[in-house]
Protein backbone atom coordinates (compact mmCIF):
# COMPACT_ATOMS: atom_id res chain seq x y z
CA UNK A 1 0.00 0.00 0.00
CA UNK A 2 2.61 2.88 1.02
CA UNK A 3 4.10 1.61 -2.47
CA UNK A 4 1.26 2.10 -4.42
CA UNK A 5 0.81 6.09 -2.44
CA UNK A 6 4.38 6.95 -3.34
CA UNK A 7 4.06 6.15 -6.80
CA UNK A 8 0.94 8.16 -6.60
CA UNK A 9 2.73 10.87 -5.41
CA UNK A 10 5.36 10.73 -8.04
CA UNK A 11 2.48 10.54 -11.00
CA UNK A 12 0.81 13.94 -8.97
CA UNK A 13 4.06 16.11 -8.78
CA UNK A 14 4.85 15.73 -12.29
CA UNK A 15 1.71 17.25 -13.39
CA UNK A 16 1.76 20.16 -11.66
CA UNK A 17 -0.28 22.33 -8.67
CA UNK A 18 -3.07 21.72 -11.35
CA UNK A 19 -3.44 18.71 -10.14
CA UNK A 20 -3.77 19.63 -6.62
CA UNK A 21 -7.20 18.33 -6.94
CA UNK A 22 -6.72 15.31 -8.19
CA UNK A 23 -3.67 14.64 -5.81
CA UNK A 24 -6.58 15.12 -3.01
CA UNK A 25 -9.05 13.30 -4.55
CA UNK A 26 -6.98 10.13 -5.14
CA UNK A 27 -5.92 10.51 -1.86
CA UNK A 28 -9.34 10.16 -0.53
CA UNK A 29 -10.22 7.43 -3.01
CA UNK A 30 -6.95 5.43 -0.99
CA UNK A 31 -8.98 6.49 2.24
CA UNK A 32 -12.54 5.49 1.36
CA UNK A 33 -11.25 2.24 -0.10
CA UNK A 34 -9.95 0.93 3.24
CA UNK A 35 -12.74 2.01 4.81
CA UNK A 36 -14.84 0.46 2.04
CA UNK A 37 -12.64 -2.63 2.36
CA UNK A 38 -13.59 -2.86 6.12
CA UNK A 39 -16.77 -2.19 5.92
CA UNK A 40 -17.53 -4.81 3.12
CA UNK A 41 -15.45 -7.34 5.39
CA UNK A 42 -17.70 -6.78 8.28
CA UNK A 43 -20.86 -6.90 6.73
CA UNK A 44 -20.13 -10.41 5.00
CA UNK A 45 -18.72 -11.68 8.22
CA UNK A 46 -21.97 -10.27 9.80
CA UNK A 47 -23.82 -11.55 7.35
CA UNK A 48 -22.47 -15.25 7.05
CA UNK A 49 -22.79 -15.12 11.19
CA UNK A 50 -26.67 -14.38 10.47
CA UNK A 51 -27.21 -16.71 7.59
CA UNK A 52 -25.14 -19.55 9.57
CA UNK A 53 -27.31 -19.10 12.53
CA UNK A 54 -30.54 -19.36 10.58
CA UNK A 55 -29.81 -22.52 8.54
CA UNK A 56 -28.63 -24.08 12.04
CA UNK A 57 -31.59 -22.95 13.69
CA UNK A 58 -34.45 -24.39 10.98
CA UNK A 59 -37.14 -24.84 13.53
CA UNK A 60 -36.04 -24.91 16.54
CA UNK A 61 -37.15 -22.18 19.32
CA UNK A 62 -34.80 -19.31 20.10
CA UNK A 63 -34.12 -15.53 18.88
CA UNK A 64 -35.50 -14.85 15.36
CA UNK A 65 -32.04 -13.69 14.87
CA UNK A 66 -28.65 -13.35 16.17
CA UNK A 67 -29.18 -9.75 17.91
CA UNK A 68 -25.51 -9.49 19.16
CA UNK A 69 -23.78 -9.80 15.72
CA UNK A 70 -20.73 -12.85 16.14
CA UNK A 71 -20.69 -13.29 20.32
CA UNK A 72 -24.39 -13.48 20.37
CA UNK A 73 -25.43 -13.51 24.31
CA UNK A 74 -22.06 -14.13 25.12
CA UNK A 75 -22.53 -11.67 27.95
CA UNK A 76 -25.52 -13.28 29.28
CA UNK A 77 -23.32 -16.77 29.46
CA UNK A 78 -20.52 -14.95 31.74
CA UNK A 79 -23.52 -14.51 34.93
CA UNK A 80 -26.03 -17.44 33.83
CA UNK A 81 -28.94 -16.97 35.64
CA UNK A 82 -31.47 -20.17 36.62
CA UNK A 83 -34.42 -18.10 35.54
CA UNK A 84 -33.11 -17.80 31.71
CA UNK A 85 -32.93 -21.47 31.74
CA UNK A 86 -36.16 -21.79 32.54
CA UNK A 87 -37.49 -19.75 29.71
CA UNK A 88 -35.19 -21.42 27.56
CA UNK A 89 -36.56 -25.00 28.38
CA UNK A 90 -40.19 -23.44 28.65
CA UNK A 91 -40.15 -22.02 24.68
CA UNK A 92 -39.56 -25.56 23.05
CA UNK A 93 -38.67 -29.38 23.39
CA UNK A 94 -35.61 -28.05 21.51
CA UNK A 95 -34.48 -24.74 21.53
CA UNK A 96 -31.17 -22.97 20.37
CA UNK A 97 -28.69 -20.35 20.68
CA UNK A 98 -25.85 -19.09 19.38
CA UNK A 99 -22.44 -17.48 21.13
CA UNK A 100 -19.83 -16.67 18.79
CA UNK A 101 -18.96 -19.29 16.63
CA UNK A 102 -20.68 -22.48 19.10
CA UNK A 103 -24.71 -22.98 18.20
CA UNK A 104 -26.44 -24.47 20.91
CA UNK A 105 -29.00 -26.85 21.08
CA UNK A 106 -31.03 -27.46 24.31
CA UNK A 107 -33.35 -30.29 24.93
CA UNK A 108 -35.80 -29.71 27.78
CA UNK A 109 -37.92 -32.86 26.56
CA UNK A 110 -37.11 -35.98 28.78
CA UNK A 111 -37.80 -38.08 25.91
CA UNK A 112 -35.22 -36.24 23.58
CA UNK A 113 -32.60 -36.08 26.70
CA UNK A 114 -32.81 -39.52 26.96
CA UNK A 115 -31.96 -40.09 23.18
CA UNK A 116 -29.13 -37.57 23.43
CA UNK A 117 -27.44 -39.28 26.64
CA UNK A 118 -27.87 -42.82 24.78
CA UNK A 119 -26.86 -41.22 21.10
CA UNK A 120 -22.83 -42.18 21.83
CA UNK A 121 -22.96 -42.69 17.95
CA UNK A 122 -23.66 -39.34 17.25
CA UNK A 123 -22.60 -37.40 20.28
CA UNK A 124 -19.86 -37.09 22.92
CA UNK A 125 -19.45 -35.11 26.12
CA UNK A 126 -17.98 -31.86 25.71
CA UNK A 127 -17.94 -30.58 28.78
CA UNK A 128 -16.74 -27.10 27.97
CA UNK A 129 -14.15 -25.45 25.80
CA UNK A 130 -11.72 -24.99 28.58
CA UNK A 131 -12.38 -28.74 30.44
CA UNK A 132 -10.11 -29.98 27.57
CA UNK A 133 -7.32 -27.99 28.82
CA UNK A 134 -7.83 -28.14 32.43
CA UNK A 135 -8.31 -31.76 32.26
CA UNK A 136 -5.76 -32.21 30.05
CA UNK A 137 -6.75 -34.03 26.40
CA UNK A 138 -5.02 -37.07 27.45
CA UNK A 139 -8.00 -37.70 30.34
CA UNK A 140 -9.96 -41.02 30.14
CA UNK A 141 -12.88 -38.77 29.98
CA UNK A 142 -12.51 -37.70 26.89
CA UNK A 143 -12.28 -41.13 25.59
CA UNK A 144 -15.25 -42.19 22.96
CA UNK A 145 -16.97 -45.65 22.36
CA UNK A 146 -15.10 -48.55 22.81
CA UNK A 147 -11.94 -46.89 24.45
CA UNK A 148 -14.22 -45.29 26.94
CA UNK A 149 -16.15 -48.32 27.77
CA UNK A 150 -13.10 -50.13 28.23
CA UNK A 151 -11.56 -47.63 30.12
CA UNK A 152 -14.91 -47.59 32.68
CA UNK A 153 -15.48 -51.12 33.07
CA UNK A 154 -11.70 -51.02 34.85
CA UNK A 155 -13.36 -48.24 37.24
CA UNK A 156 -16.38 -49.25 38.09
CA UNK A 157 -15.45 -51.76 40.23
CA UNK A 158 -13.71 -48.96 42.20
CA UNK A 159 -17.51 -47.58 43.68
CA UNK A 160 -19.52 -50.86 43.74
CA UNK A 161 -21.01 -50.97 47.35
CA UNK A 162 -18.19 -53.55 48.06
CA UNK A 163 -15.64 -51.40 47.24
CA UNK A 164 -17.39 -48.75 48.94
CA UNK A 165 -17.73 -50.12 52.32
CA UNK A 166 -14.15 -49.96 53.05
CA UNK A 167 -14.12 -46.41 52.58
CA UNK A 168 -16.37 -45.74 54.71
CA UNK A 169 -14.68 -45.49 58.05
CA UNK A 170 -12.14 -42.69 56.16
CA UNK A 171 -15.59 -40.48 55.01
CA UNK A 172 -17.21 -40.53 58.93
CA UNK A 173 -13.57 -39.84 60.09
CA UNK A 174 -14.22 -36.53 57.79
CA UNK A 175 -17.75 -36.19 59.19
CA UNK A 176 -16.63 -36.43 62.91
CA UNK A 177 -13.93 -33.74 62.40
CA UNK A 178 -16.27 -31.04 60.51
CA UNK A 179 -19.49 -31.70 63.10
CA UNK A 180 -16.52 -30.29 65.46
CA UNK A 181 -15.58 -27.73 63.07
CA UNK A 182 -18.70 -26.43 61.92
CA UNK A 183 -20.28 -26.40 65.89
CA UNK A 184 -16.68 -25.08 66.96
CA UNK A 185 -16.79 -21.97 63.83
CA UNK A 186 -20.74 -20.95 65.19
CA UNK A 187 -19.30 -21.10 69.04
CA UNK A 188 -16.97 -18.33 67.76
CA UNK A 189 -19.59 -16.50 65.78
CA UNK A 190 -21.61 -16.60 68.91
CA UNK A 191 -24.38 -18.63 67.34
CA UNK A 192 -25.00 -16.21 65.05
CA UNK A 193 -25.90 -17.65 61.48
CA UNK A 194 -23.29 -17.24 59.00
CA UNK A 195 -22.22 -18.18 55.43
CA UNK A 196 -21.87 -22.22 54.89
CA UNK A 197 -21.69 -22.19 51.23
CA UNK A 198 -17.79 -22.60 51.61
CA UNK A 199 -17.72 -24.68 54.54
CA UNK A 200 -19.96 -27.11 52.48
CA UNK A 201 -17.55 -26.98 49.57
CA UNK A 202 -14.97 -27.79 52.32
CA UNK A 203 -15.90 -31.15 53.77
CA UNK A 204 -17.31 -32.29 50.73
CA UNK A 205 -13.68 -31.77 49.24
CA UNK A 206 -12.00 -33.55 52.46
CA UNK A 207 -14.76 -36.41 52.24
CA UNK A 208 -14.04 -37.19 48.43
CA UNK A 209 -9.95 -36.58 48.55
CA UNK A 210 -9.80 -38.86 51.75
CA UNK A 211 -11.93 -41.37 50.15
CA UNK A 212 -10.04 -41.42 47.20
CA UNK A 213 -6.48 -41.12 48.15
CA UNK A 214 -7.14 -42.66 51.81
CA UNK A 215 -3.92 -41.30 54.40
CA UNK A 216 -1.71 -40.75 51.27
CA UNK A 217 -2.39 -37.17 51.05
CA UNK A 218 -1.46 -34.75 53.77
CA UNK A 219 -4.05 -32.87 56.26
CA UNK A 220 -2.42 -29.32 54.42
CA UNK A 221 -2.65 -30.94 51.01
CA UNK A 222 -6.28 -31.67 51.68
CA UNK A 223 -6.83 -28.07 53.13
CA UNK A 224 -4.57 -25.94 49.71
CA UNK A 225 -6.99 -28.28 47.45
CA UNK A 226 -10.07 -27.65 49.24
CA UNK A 227 -8.94 -24.18 49.57
CA UNK A 228 -8.39 -23.58 45.70
CA UNK A 229 -11.17 -25.97 43.67
CA UNK A 230 -12.77 -22.83 43.82
CA UNK A 231 -10.50 -21.86 40.81
CA UNK A 232 -11.20 -24.69 38.93
CA UNK A 233 -15.03 -24.01 39.07
CA UNK A 234 -14.63 -20.60 38.47
CA UNK A 235 -12.74 -21.21 35.56
CA UNK A 236 -15.13 -23.97 34.18
CA UNK A 237 -17.53 -21.37 32.64
CA UNK A 238 -20.01 -22.20 29.75
CA UNK A 239 -17.89 -19.98 26.93
CA UNK A 240 -14.52 -19.05 27.65
CA UNK A 241 -11.94 -16.95 25.79
CA UNK A 242 -10.50 -19.44 23.57
CA UNK A 243 -6.99 -19.15 25.04
CA UNK A 244 -5.60 -19.49 28.62
CA UNK A 245 -4.10 -15.86 29.25
CA UNK A 246 -1.61 -15.73 32.47
CA UNK A 247 -3.41 -14.46 35.31
CA UNK A 248 -7.26 -15.24 34.42
CA UNK A 249 -9.76 -17.17 35.74
CA UNK A 250 -8.71 -19.83 33.53
CA UNK A 251 -4.79 -19.85 34.30
CA UNK A 252 -5.77 -20.08 38.06
CA UNK A 253 -8.28 -22.92 36.86
CA UNK A 254 -5.48 -25.02 35.49
CA UNK A 255 -2.74 -24.43 37.65
CA UNK A 256 -4.76 -25.61 40.35
CA UNK A 257 -5.26 -28.88 38.94
CA UNK A 258 -1.95 -29.19 37.94
CA UNK A 259 -1.18 -28.92 41.22
CA UNK A 260 -3.95 -31.29 42.43
CA UNK A 261 -2.17 -33.63 40.18
CA UNK A 262 1.02 -33.61 40.99
CA UNK A 263 -0.01 -34.81 44.64
CA UNK A 264 -2.17 -37.28 42.84
CA UNK A 265 0.43 -39.12 41.16
CA UNK A 266 2.79 -38.87 44.36
CA UNK A 267 -0.46 -40.87 46.29
CA UNK A 268 -0.83 -43.39 42.97
CA UNK A 269 2.51 -44.36 43.52
CA UNK A 270 2.23 -44.96 47.42
CA UNK A 271 -0.93 -47.01 46.90
CA UNK A 272 0.34 -49.25 44.76
CA UNK A 273 3.62 -50.00 46.91
CA UNK A 274 1.06 -50.39 49.96
CA UNK A 275 -0.49 -53.10 47.64
CA UNK A 276 2.35 -54.54 46.44
CA UNK A 277 3.60 -55.25 50.02
CA UNK A 278 -0.20 -57.01 50.50
CA UNK A 279 -1.51 -53.59 52.32
CA UNK A 280 -5.17 -53.98 52.83
CA UNK A 281 -7.51 -51.67 50.57
CA UNK A 282 -8.82 -48.45 52.26
CA UNK A 283 -9.61 -45.80 49.21
CA UNK A 284 -10.02 -45.37 46.13
CA UNK A 285 -6.51 -45.70 44.63
CA UNK A 286 -5.81 -48.98 46.36
CA UNK A 287 -8.68 -50.66 44.96
CA UNK A 288 -7.55 -49.29 41.62
CA UNK A 289 -3.87 -50.69 42.77
CA UNK A 290 -5.22 -53.93 43.88
CA UNK A 291 -7.43 -54.42 40.30
CA UNK A 292 -4.08 -53.46 38.60
CA UNK A 293 -1.92 -56.12 40.52
CA UNK A 294 -4.83 -58.87 40.30
CA UNK A 295 -4.32 -58.13 36.74
CA UNK A 296 -0.98 -59.25 36.40
CA UNK A 297 -0.96 -61.91 39.03
CA UNK A 298 -4.14 -63.41 38.79
CA UNK A 299 -4.95 -65.83 36.29
CA UNK A 300 -8.79 -65.13 36.22
CA UNK A 301 -10.57 -63.75 33.30
CA UNK A 302 -12.13 -60.84 35.32
CA UNK A 303 -8.60 -59.48 36.10
CA UNK A 304 -6.94 -60.29 32.73
CA UNK A 305 -9.80 -59.13 31.43
CA UNK A 306 -10.35 -55.58 32.24
CA UNK A 307 -7.50 -54.18 34.25
CA UNK A 308 -4.40 -53.55 33.21
CA UNK A 309 -1.31 -51.40 34.54
CA UNK A 310 -2.56 -48.05 34.79
CA UNK A 311 0.35 -44.84 34.55
CA UNK A 312 0.94 -42.77 38.12
CA UNK A 313 -0.11 -39.92 35.35
CA UNK A 314 -3.26 -41.65 34.39
CA UNK A 315 -3.91 -42.35 37.68
CA UNK A 316 -4.09 -38.94 38.78
CA UNK A 317 -5.83 -37.69 36.04
CA UNK A 318 -8.81 -39.85 36.73
CA UNK A 319 -9.11 -39.54 40.10
CA UNK A 320 -8.98 -35.76 39.26
CA UNK A 321 -11.94 -36.39 37.16
CA UNK A 322 -13.60 -37.72 40.24
CA UNK A 323 -12.86 -34.36 42.14
CA UNK A 324 -14.35 -32.61 39.22
CA UNK A 325 -17.28 -34.35 38.83
CA UNK A 326 -18.39 -34.50 42.57
CA UNK A 327 -17.02 -31.55 43.61
CA UNK A 328 -19.68 -28.96 42.63
CA UNK A 329 -22.77 -31.32 42.29
CA UNK A 330 -22.18 -32.51 46.19
CA UNK A 331 -21.41 -29.44 47.56
CA UNK A 332 -24.48 -28.31 45.92
CA UNK A 333 -26.66 -31.26 47.29
CA UNK A 334 -24.85 -30.72 50.63
CA UNK A 335 -26.28 -27.35 50.77
CA UNK A 336 -29.72 -28.04 50.19
CA UNK A 337 -29.81 -30.54 52.26
CA UNK A 338 -28.85 -28.81 55.40
CA UNK A 339 -31.17 -25.72 54.33
CA UNK A 340 -33.70 -27.51 53.75
CA UNK A 341 -34.01 -30.39 56.85
CA UNK A 342 -33.39 -26.88 58.86
CA UNK A 343 -36.84 -25.46 57.52
CA UNK A 344 -38.52 -28.52 57.72
CA UNK A 345 -37.72 -29.93 61.24
CA UNK A 346 -40.47 -32.60 60.88
CA UNK A 347 -38.39 -34.70 58.49
CA UNK A 348 -34.82 -33.50 60.28
CA UNK A 349 -37.30 -35.16 63.57
CA UNK A 350 -38.11 -38.75 61.41
CA UNK A 351 -34.61 -38.71 60.03
CA UNK A 352 -33.01 -38.94 63.64
CA UNK A 353 -35.85 -41.46 64.86
CA UNK A 354 -34.52 -44.04 61.85
CA UNK A 355 -30.85 -43.06 62.66
CA UNK A 356 -31.32 -44.32 66.37
CA UNK A 357 -33.60 -47.05 64.94
CA UNK A 358 -30.66 -48.32 62.43
CA UNK A 359 -27.99 -48.17 65.28
CA UNK A 360 -30.36 -50.20 67.87
CA UNK A 361 -29.82 -46.91 69.91
CA UNK A 362 -25.98 -47.25 70.18
CA UNK A 363 -25.17 -43.74 68.63
CA UNK A 364 -22.06 -44.33 68.31
CA UNK A 365 -22.09 -47.57 66.38
CA UNK A 366 -19.82 -47.27 63.24
CA UNK A 367 -21.57 -47.09 59.83
CA UNK A 368 -22.05 -50.12 57.29
CA UNK A 369 -23.29 -50.23 54.16
CA UNK A 370 -25.51 -52.87 55.86
CA UNK A 371 -26.93 -49.91 58.44
CA UNK A 372 -27.46 -47.64 54.95
CA UNK A 373 -29.60 -50.27 53.29
CA UNK A 374 -32.14 -50.11 56.24
CA UNK A 375 -32.02 -46.35 56.34
CA UNK A 376 -35.13 -46.25 53.87
CA UNK A 377 -36.70 -42.55 54.85
CA UNK A 378 -33.50 -41.21 55.13
CA UNK A 379 -32.48 -42.10 51.16
CA UNK A 380 -35.73 -40.86 50.13
CA UNK A 381 -34.82 -37.32 51.71
CA UNK A 382 -31.90 -37.68 49.70
CA UNK A 383 -33.09 -38.69 46.46
CA UNK A 384 -35.98 -35.93 47.00
CA UNK A 385 -33.03 -33.18 47.51
CA UNK A 386 -31.79 -34.58 44.10
CA UNK A 387 -35.13 -34.18 42.58
CA UNK A 388 -36.27 -31.22 44.11
CA UNK A 389 -32.71 -29.32 43.20
CA UNK A 390 -30.94 -31.46 40.99
CA UNK A 391 -27.34 -30.30 41.06
CA UNK A 392 -26.80 -30.89 37.45
CA UNK A 393 -29.47 -28.81 35.52
CA UNK A 394 -27.98 -30.06 32.26
CA UNK A 395 -24.82 -32.11 30.23
CA UNK A 396 -23.47 -30.29 27.02
CA UNK A 397 -22.45 -32.77 24.25
CA UNK A 398 -21.04 -32.59 20.87
CA UNK A 399 -22.20 -33.31 17.91
CA UNK A 400 -19.72 -35.80 15.70
CA UNK A 401 -21.77 -36.36 13.20
CA UNK A 402 -25.66 -34.94 11.95
CA UNK A 403 -27.65 -36.03 14.47
CA UNK A 404 -31.37 -36.25 13.05
CA UNK A 405 -32.64 -35.55 16.66
CA UNK A 406 -36.42 -35.62 15.55
CA UNK A 407 -38.23 -36.37 12.67
CA UNK A 408 -38.08 -32.32 11.97
CA UNK A 409 -34.41 -31.55 13.02
CA UNK A 410 -30.91 -32.93 12.53
CA UNK A 411 -28.53 -31.08 14.57
CA UNK A 412 -25.86 -30.55 12.80
CA UNK A 413 -22.07 -31.93 12.82
CA UNK A 414 -20.07 -29.30 15.36
CA UNK A 415 -22.80 -28.14 17.20
CA UNK A 416 -23.09 -28.58 21.06
CA UNK A 417 -26.56 -30.41 22.42
CA UNK A 418 -27.55 -30.09 25.59
CA UNK A 419 -29.80 -32.87 27.08
CA UNK A 420 -31.24 -31.03 30.54
CA UNK A 421 -32.19 -33.29 33.65
CA UNK A 422 -34.22 -30.49 35.41
CA UNK A 423 -37.61 -30.64 33.60
CA UNK A 424 -37.57 -34.41 33.84
CA UNK A 425 -37.46 -34.11 37.61
CA UNK A 426 -40.23 -31.58 38.00
CA UNK A 427 -42.76 -32.70 35.60
CA UNK A 428 -46.08 -32.62 37.41
CA UNK A 429 -47.15 -35.85 35.61
CA UNK A 430 -44.64 -37.84 37.54
CA UNK A 431 -44.07 -35.81 40.55
CA UNK A 432 -47.11 -34.38 41.65
CA UNK A 433 -46.55 -30.68 42.92
CA UNK A 434 -43.06 -30.78 41.83
CA UNK A 435 -41.91 -27.73 43.14
CA UNK A 436 -42.65 -28.88 47.03
CA UNK A 437 -40.36 -31.15 48.94
CA UNK A 438 -42.23 -34.14 49.55
CA UNK A 439 -39.88 -37.39 50.58
CA UNK A 440 -42.70 -39.78 50.67
CA UNK A 441 -43.28 -40.01 47.49
CA UNK A 442 -40.20 -42.22 47.25
CA UNK A 443 -41.78 -45.26 48.82
CA UNK A 444 -41.62 -48.18 47.53
CA UNK A 445 -44.04 -48.63 44.33
CA UNK A 446 -45.12 -44.92 44.29
CA UNK A 447 -45.50 -43.05 41.57
CA UNK A 448 -41.87 -41.81 41.12
CA UNK A 449 -40.02 -45.10 42.13
CA UNK A 450 -42.21 -46.38 38.90
CA UNK A 451 -41.25 -44.15 36.30
CA UNK A 452 -37.41 -44.71 36.25
CA UNK A 453 -37.14 -42.81 32.89
CA UNK A 454 -37.81 -39.12 34.50
CA UNK A 455 -34.92 -39.96 37.05
CA UNK A 456 -32.19 -37.95 35.22
CA UNK A 457 -30.20 -36.77 38.35
CA UNK A 458 -27.25 -38.94 37.22
CA UNK A 459 -27.53 -38.68 33.28
CA UNK A 460 -28.08 -42.25 31.87
CA UNK A 461 -26.10 -44.31 28.49
CA UNK A 462 -22.70 -45.11 28.45
CA UNK A 463 -21.74 -42.04 30.78
CA UNK A 464 -23.87 -42.20 33.36
CA UNK A 465 -22.67 -41.08 36.98
CA UNK A 466 -20.32 -43.23 38.13
CA UNK A 467 -20.28 -42.07 41.65
CA UNK A 468 -23.91 -42.62 42.18
CA UNK A 469 -24.02 -45.15 44.71
CA UNK A 470 -20.99 -43.05 46.06
CA UNK A 471 -23.32 -39.56 46.63
CA UNK A 472 -26.41 -42.20 48.40
CA UNK A 473 -23.84 -43.82 50.89
CA UNK A 474 -21.19 -40.34 51.86
CA UNK A 475 -24.99 -38.80 52.12
CA UNK A 476 -26.71 -41.07 54.40
CA UNK A 477 -23.52 -41.67 56.65
CA UNK A 478 -23.01 -37.45 56.39
CA UNK A 479 -26.94 -36.41 57.29
CA UNK A 480 -27.14 -39.53 59.37
CA UNK A 481 -24.59 -38.36 61.83
CA UNK A 482 -25.03 -34.86 61.69
CA UNK A 483 -28.80 -35.01 62.20
CA UNK A 484 -27.74 -37.46 65.39
CA UNK A 485 -24.86 -35.13 67.17
CA UNK A 486 -25.75 -31.13 65.90
CA UNK A 487 -28.78 -29.56 66.10
CA UNK A 488 -28.42 -26.72 63.03
CA UNK A 489 -30.64 -23.67 62.50
CA UNK A 490 -31.19 -21.94 58.90
CA UNK A 491 -31.63 -18.30 58.72
CA UNK A 492 -34.40 -17.92 55.73
CA UNK A 493 -34.11 -14.81 53.77
CA UNK A 494 -35.66 -13.57 50.53
CA UNK A 495 -32.62 -15.45 48.23
CA UNK A 496 -33.23 -18.95 50.52
CA UNK A 497 -34.94 -20.49 47.50
CA UNK A 498 -33.58 -18.59 44.74
CA UNK A 499 -31.31 -20.22 42.89
CA UNK A 500 -27.61 -19.14 41.92
CA UNK A 501 -26.25 -20.87 39.26
CA UNK A 502 -22.41 -21.92 39.62
CA UNK A 503 -21.70 -24.41 37.82
CA UNK A 504 -24.49 -26.30 39.86
CA UNK A 505 -26.88 -24.41 41.59
CA UNK A 506 -26.99 -23.01 45.21
CA UNK A 507 -29.14 -21.24 47.50
CA UNK A 508 -28.69 -17.78 46.32
CA UNK A 509 -28.24 -16.19 49.87
CA UNK A 510 -24.98 -18.94 50.10
CA UNK A 511 -27.00 -20.78 53.09
CA UNK A 512 -26.60 -18.91 56.66
CA UNK A 513 -26.37 -21.34 59.35
CA UNK A 514 -25.23 -22.23 62.57
CA UNK A 515 -24.48 -25.92 64.30
CA UNK A 516 -24.89 -26.77 67.61
CA UNK A 517 -23.50 -29.99 69.17
CA UNK A 518 -26.40 -32.33 70.39
CA UNK A 519 -27.17 -35.41 72.81
CA UNK A 520 -28.22 -38.04 70.41
CA UNK A 521 -30.28 -40.29 72.63
CA UNK A 522 -31.94 -37.18 74.51
CA UNK A 523 -32.14 -34.70 71.92
CA UNK A 524 -30.33 -32.03 74.90
CA UNK A 525 -28.61 -28.90 73.08
CA UNK A 526 -25.21 -29.14 74.70
CA UNK A 527 -23.63 -25.34 74.77
C1 LIG B 1 -24.77 -35.23 43.81
C2 LIG B 1 -23.69 -35.60 43.22
C3 LIG B 1 -23.54 -35.94 41.76
C4 LIG B 1 -24.39 -35.72 40.71
C5 LIG B 1 -25.76 -35.06 40.74
C6 LIG B 1 -23.75 -36.22 39.53
C7 LIG B 1 -24.28 -36.18 38.24
C8 LIG B 1 -23.62 -36.59 37.11
C9 LIG B 1 -24.13 -36.44 35.78
C10 LIG B 1 -25.46 -35.82 35.40
C11 LIG B 1 -23.21 -36.95 34.93
C12 LIG B 1 -23.31 -37.01 33.40
C13 LIG B 1 -23.91 -38.31 33.01
C14 LIG B 1 -24.18 -38.49 31.54
O1 LIG B 1 -23.61 -37.78 30.73
O2 LIG B 1 -25.01 -39.35 31.22
C15 LIG B 1 -22.11 -37.43 35.72
C16 LIG B 1 -20.98 -38.03 35.21
C17 LIG B 1 -19.93 -38.46 35.99
N1 LIG B 1 -19.86 -38.46 37.36
FE1 LIG B 1 -21.23 -37.73 38.64
N2 LIG B 1 -22.53 -36.75 39.87
C18 LIG B 1 -22.38 -36.61 41.23
C19 LIG B 1 -21.30 -37.02 41.98
C20 LIG B 1 -20.24 -37.74 41.51
C21 LIG B 1 -19.19 -38.30 42.31
C22 LIG B 1 -19.13 -38.22 43.83
C23 LIG B 1 -18.31 -38.89 41.46
C24 LIG B 1 -17.04 -39.65 41.76
C25 LIG B 1 -16.79 -40.30 42.77
C26 LIG B 1 -18.81 -38.72 40.13
C27 LIG B 1 -18.18 -39.18 39.00
C28 LIG B 1 -18.66 -38.99 37.72
C29 LIG B 1 -17.91 -39.33 36.53
C30 LIG B 1 -16.50 -39.91 36.50
C31 LIG B 1 -18.71 -39.01 35.44
C32 LIG B 1 -18.37 -39.19 33.96
C33 LIG B 1 -18.63 -40.62 33.60
C34 LIG B 1 -18.25 -40.99 32.19
O3 LIG B 1 -18.03 -40.09 31.37
O4 LIG B 1 -18.20 -42.20 31.91
N3 LIG B 1 -19.99 -38.03 40.19
N4 LIG B 1 -22.39 -37.21 37.06
Known sequence: MDTYNSTLEQVVSSTGSSNTLLQKGLFSLSEYSKLQLLITFLVAVFTYDQIAYQLRKRNLAGPAFKWYPIIGPFLDSLDPKFEQYVEKWNSGKLSCVSIFHKFVIIASDRDLARKIFQAQKFVKPCVVDVAVKILRPTNW????????????????????????????????????????????LSKENNYEPQVFFHEMREILCAISLRSFCGDYITEDQIRKIADDYYLVTAAL???????????TKTWYGKKTADNAMKIFENCAQMAKDHVAKGGKSICVMDAWCKLMYDSKNKDDE?????????????????VFTFLFASQDASSSLACWIFQILADRPDVLEKIRTEQLKVRDNKPDESVSINMIDKMEYTNMVIKETLRYRPPVIMVPYVVKKNFPVTETYTA?????????????????????????????????????????????????????????????????????????????????????????????????????????????LTGKIIE
Open 141 to 184: VFLDGKAHLDYRKSLNGLFTKTALEQYLPHIEEIVDKYMDKFVE
Open 237 to 247: ELVNFPIILPY
Open 302 to 318: TSRLYHREFTNREVSEA
Open 412 to 520: PKGSMLIPSCYPALHDPEVYENPDEFIPERWVEGGKAMQNKKNWLVFGCGPHVCLGQTYVMITFATLIGKFALNTNWEHKVTPLSEKIKVFATIFPKDDLLLNFKKRDP
